[in-house]
């Protein structure tokens, strides 16, 4: 063996600084940040894990299905108004929104579990109500803190990425199945500690590193997203096919340890995709290319630059009205409307109307998961199947609705309420497979009503920005996700609650047994939920029917280029810009 020398030692030390500095910039860069909200939004899902451990919570306090309908619409109520986390990432830097997010979310699905345990004293009503509106309200912090950050980071790929965090949110439900499965085995109860503790360690873990940095698009940025939808598609196979295999063979703690290994390991593999943009981002850092001066770019004189600078805009735009005088005064849809004029528009009213319909139904399917396959005799393992099927087709809704009606629309002109209208019908399917079940049709129904729930968002959330512009847009979109715990709460805790329970107290007046004597009411057979289902199908499909009347409105306006405006302004800017460089010269 060779002797070390001074040499190779100072080449070695030289290359290990290296790999510090090179792992340093993997950590503070923009595709890290990525990343780490993959992450966060795999474990941000808790919400849609209500229909597995509901049963706990019903069976061990001693609920009627109204009660636990209600806890459900808390549920649905604090995932869906995010205002609060709003106002405090206005005033507070990212961090600290992540941390007050993970102490919400800690708080709130803890005190569920000690209360379902035992450990503490039974608690009043409002009491869990107010347990898991807390806990599912922080899921609006960490969209705030990562997602709206991270889109802030990637500002000309925000259909993407809005599709993709998205997805990772839907999936995670299924994740967090296999992960609990994994570790605490059969125990429903362990779940809720899981969703407790998990989602708040994520939070923590990135909290330094989600933060708002310089955009800079790259060449290559949309094929990198194209390489993380494969890994996430990949992600959501793999896990429909443990679904599949899990109901057919019984798994034992070693399978099921494998199983979440895979995919944690999958849920990393974004990682390497990563370390590779950006190490040609250090490379090109190393060594930057020459510039080349473009001879096609056209140059600005100098007597245009002094033109410009003396009429730098020579079309000012008019001072804003004011938003009281201005409301029955509506600008042009596309353009900015202001927060009154867009909520008292026909246009935002029959939005809200199939949002309601729409968003309402299908939370009362997925909320009442747990009780319909018990209904149906079906075993709790396979009740987690349905819930994880549910999941699992959500995220594929979501990305179908972020980059297939995006690619639909700009190829084709496809208006996106007319995929609405579309998505609503095919929820009406689902709705009528539950209230007239056959063998398996569970199974069915919990891939419809999934992929329809995970497509409404995205398009909701599209259909806003579109019709309204981008002004105002972090109001009007809570706005109009306001309608979706309404409507869970009229159609879930008003309707499909109190149904289920007139069905169970007739069950027990058939048997000759007191209401008294029964601590838990539990409803058995076709017919626990024929009725309601019933109704939420002929609720989804009037929903779809008003959305359509939103097709006809604005057919014209989706004819057209919806996104003329925003380039004819990134163009002005642009024009300003140069002009501003020539004079500084």
Same mark, same amino acid.
Request: charged share 15%; aromatic share 12%.
């Given at each position: 063996?060779?002797?070390?020398?001074?040499?190779?030692?100072?080449?070695?030390?030289?290359?290990?600084?290296?790999?510090?500095?090179?792992?340093?910039?993997?950590?503070?860069?923009?595709?890290?940040?990525?990343?780490?909200?993959?992450?966060?939004?795999?474990?941000?899902?808790?919400?849609?894990?209500?229909?597995?451990?509901?049963?706990?919570?019903?069976?061990?306090?001693?609920?009627?299905?109204?009660?636990?309908?209600?806890?459900?619409?808390?549920?649905?109520?604090?995932?869906?108004?995010?205002?609060?986390?709003?106002?405090?990432?206005?005033?507070?830097?990212?961090?600290?929104?992540?941390?007050?997010?993970?102490?919400?979310?800690?708080?709130?699905?803890?005190?569920?579990?000690?209360?379902?345990?035992?450990? #503490?004293?039974?608690?009043?009503?409002?009491?869990?109500?107010?347990?898991?509106?807390?806990?599912?309200?922080?899921?609006?912090?960490?969209?705030?803190?990562?997602?709206?950050?991270?889109?802030?980071?990637?500002?000309?790929?925000?259909?993407?990425?809005?599709?993709?965090?998205?997805?990772?949110?839907?999936?995670?439900?299924?994740?967090?199945?296999?992960?609990?499965?994994?570790?605490?085995?059969?125990?429903?109860?362990?779940?809720?500690?899981? #969703?407790?503790?998990?989602?708040?360690?994520?939070?923590?873990?990135?909290?330094?590193?989600?933060?708002?940095?310089?955009?800079?698009?790259?060449?290559?940025?949309?094929?990198?997203?194209?390489?993380?939808?494969?890994?996430?598609?990949?992600?959501?196979?793999?896990?429909?096919?443990?679904?599949?295999?899990?109901?057919?063979?019984?798994?034992?703690?070693?399978?099921?340890?494998?199983?979440?290994?895979?995919?944690?390991?999958?849920?990393?593999?974004?990682?390497?995709?990563?370390?590779?943009?950006?190490?040609?981002?250090?490379?090109?850092?190393?060594?930057?290319?020459?510039?080349?001066?473009?001879?096609?770019?056209?140059?600005?004189?100098?007597?245009?630059?002094?033109?410009?600078?003396?009429?730098?805009?020579?079309?000012?735009?008019?001072?804003?009205?004011?938003?009281?005088?201005?409301?029955?005064?509506?600008?042009?849809?596309?353009?900015?409307?202001?927060?009154?004029?867009?909520?008292?528009?026909?246009?935002?009213?029959?939005?809200?109307?199939?949002?309601?319909?729409?968003?309402?139904?299908?939370?009362?399917?997925?909320?009442?998961?747990?009780?319909?396959?018990?209904?149906?005799?079906?075993?709790?393992?396979?009740?987690?199947?349905?819930?994880?099927?549910?999941?699992?087709?959500?995220?594929?809704?979501?990305?179908?609705?972020?980059?297939?009606?995006?690619?639909?629309?700009?190829?084709?002109?496809?208006?996106?309420?007319?995929?609405?209208?579309?998505?609503?019908?095919?929820?009406?399917?689902?709705?009528?497979?539950?209230?007239?079940?056959?063998?398996?049709?569970?199974?069915?129904?919990?891939?419809?009503?999934?992929?329809?729930?995970?497509?409404?968002?995205?398009?909701?959330?599209?259909? #806003?920005?579109?019709?309204?512009?981008?002004?105002?847009?972090?109001?009007?979109?809570?706005?109009?996700?306001?309608?979706?715990?309404?409507?869970?709460?009229?159609?879930?805790?008003?309707?499909?609650?109190?149904?289920?329970?007139?069905?169970?107290?007739?069950?027990?007046?058939?048997?000759?047994?007191?209401?008294?004597?029964?601590?838990?009411?539990?409803?058995?057979?076709?017919?626990?939920?024929?009725?309601?289902?019933?109704?939420?199908?002929?609720?989804?499909?009037?929903?779809?029917?008003?959305?359509?009347?939103?097709?006809?409105?604005?057919?014209?306006?989706?004819?057209?280029? #919806?996104?003329?405006?925003?380039?004819?302004?990134?163009?002005?800017?642009?024009?300003?810009?140069?002009?501003?460089?020539?004079?500084?010269?």
């Amino acid at each position: 063996m060779g002797a070390e020398t001074p040499t190779n030692r100072g080449a070695d030390a030289g290359r290990g600084g290296g790999l510090l500095q090179f792992a340093l910039h993997v950590l503070k860069g923009r595709w890290f940040t990525v990343f780490a909200t993959f992450l966060i939004m795999a474990g941000a899902g808790a919400t849609y894990l209500f229909g597995v451990y509901s049963k706990q919570i019903k069976s061990t306090l001693g609920y009627d299905q109204t009660t636990l309908n209600l806890m459900g619409f808390f549920k649905d109520l604090g995932a869906n108004v995010g205002v609060l986390s709003g106002l405090v990432a206005e005033v507070t830097p990212t961090w600290f929104v992540l941390l007050l997010g993970s102490v919400l979310n800690f708080t709130g699905y803890f005190m569920i579990w000690l209360a379902v345990t035992g450990r #503490i004293a039974k608690p009043k009503v409002w009491q869990m109500c107010l347990y898991i509106c807390v806990g599912a309200n922080s899921q609006n912090f960490a969209n705030t803190g990562a997602l709206v950050t991270c889109i802030q980071n990637f500002p000309e790929s925000r259909g993407a990425m809005m599709g993709l965090l998205k997805g990772f949110t839907g999936l995670s439900g299924a994740i967090l199945t296999q992960i609990y499965l994994a570790v605490y085995g059969e125990d429903a109860t362990a779940l809720i500690l899981l #969703i407790a503790w998990l989602p708040a360690a994520l939070s923590v873990v990135f909290i330094f590193n989600i933060r708002k940095l310089k955009a800079e698009r790259r060449p290559n940025e949309t094929r990198v997203f194209y390489h993380f939808l494969y890994v996430s598609i990949g992600l959501a196979i793999f896990i429909m096919l443990m679904n599949i295999i899990q109901k057919e063979v019984e798994f034992n703690h070693t399978a099921y340890a494998l199983s979440a290994t895979v995919i944690c390991a999958l849920l990393f593999l974004p990682l390497f995709i990563v370390i590779r943009e950006e190490l040609q981002i250090w490379n090109s850092k190393i060594n930057p290319p020459i510039p080349i001066e473009n001879p096609t770019e056209p140059k600005i004189s100098t007597d245009e630059s002094k033109e410009i600078k003396n009429n730098p805009d020579p079309k000012p735009y008019p001072p804003p009205p004011s938003c009281f005088s201005s409301i029955c005064d509506k600008p042009a849809r596309g353009d900015d409307y202001t927060i009154l004029q867009a909520l008292l528009s026909i246009d935002m009213m029959v939005l809200f109307i199939a949002t309601f319909c729409g968003l309402g139904t299908s939370l009362t399917a997925v909320d009442n998961l747990g009780q319909i396959g018990e209904s149906l005799g079906y075993p709790l393992k396979t009740v987690k199947s349905f819930v994880s099927l549910v999941s699992i087709w959500n995220y594929f809704g979501r990305v179908f609705s972020g980059f297939v009606s995006e690619t639909l629309l700009a190829k084709f002109k496809f208006p996106r309420p007319l995929m609405m209208t579309l998505v609503l019908l095919l929820s009406c399917i689902g709705q009528l497979l539950i209230a007239f079940p056959i063998p398996g049709s569970v199974y069915i129904a919990s891939v419809i009503i999934g992929f329809s729930f995970g497509a409404q968002l995205p398009l909701l959330f599209a259909i #806003i920005s579109e019709l309204f512009g981008l002004k105002y847009f972090s109001t009007l979109f809570n706005c109009g996700q306001i309608a979706s715990p309404l409507g869970s709460y009229i159609l879930n805790v008003k309707v499909a609650g109190m149904m289920y329970d007139a069905e169970a107290l007739k069950q027990l007046k058939e048997m000759g047994i007191d209401r008294a004597a029964v601590k838990e009411l539990t409803c058995i057979g076709k017919r626990c939920y024929r009725k309601s289902f019933t109704l939420m199908a002929i609720v989804t499909f009037v929903g779809a029917l008003v959305s359509l009347v939103l097709v006809m409105r604005t057919r014209e306006f989706y004819r057209g280029d #919806i996104y003329k405006r925003f380039r004819e302004e990134v163009k002005e800017e642009t024009s300003r810009g140069e002009a501003a460089a020539v004079e500084s010269k």
